[in-house]
């Protein structure tokens, strides 16, 4: 269960700066139309994002005793934590890419 529940929490927080930015009327890198995705591009991507998280999270949660729930919770937080170090570290590696050109 625990490589589930991390990829949910990932997926989960990726849904985030994809749905903003499509709002936004934005373009983003998302795998669905390459670096220059457009904003219902983003739009999409969130909402698969979303979806995939939700069914990943919606599996097995009854008839948990609570400490295997609390382990699962932990694996959630755990891909939320790494989905959130990965976009950081992207963002940054842009900004310097964009100061040194």
């Given amino acids: 269960m625990t490589a589930r529940d991390a990829l ?7 849904a985030i700066p ?3 930015m499509g709002i936004a009327g934005k373009r983003c890198m998302t795998p669905l ?4 995705s457009g904003p219902a591009a ?3 991507w969130s909402a698969a994002n979303l979806a995939g998280g939700a069914v990943l999270l919606a599996t097995g949660w009854r008839g948990l ?3 295997t729930a609390d382990s699962r919770l932990g694996w959630v937080v755990v891909g939320s934590f790494a989905m959130t170090a990965f976009g950081v ?3 940054l590696s842009r900004r310097l890419r964009r100061e040194t050109a």
Avoid: S, W
């Avoid at 949910?8 to 990726?14: D, F, Q, T």
């Avoid at 139309?33 to 220059?36: A, E, S, T, Y």
């Fill in 65 to 67: 005793d609570q400490r």
């Fill in 8 to 14: 949910a929490g990932a997926l989960l927080v990726n």
């Fill in 42 to 44: 983003n739009l999409a």
């Fill in 33 to 36: 139309r390459g670096p220059d």
């Fill in 89 to 91: 570290g992207y963002e």
């Fill in 18 to 20: 994809h749905a903003i």
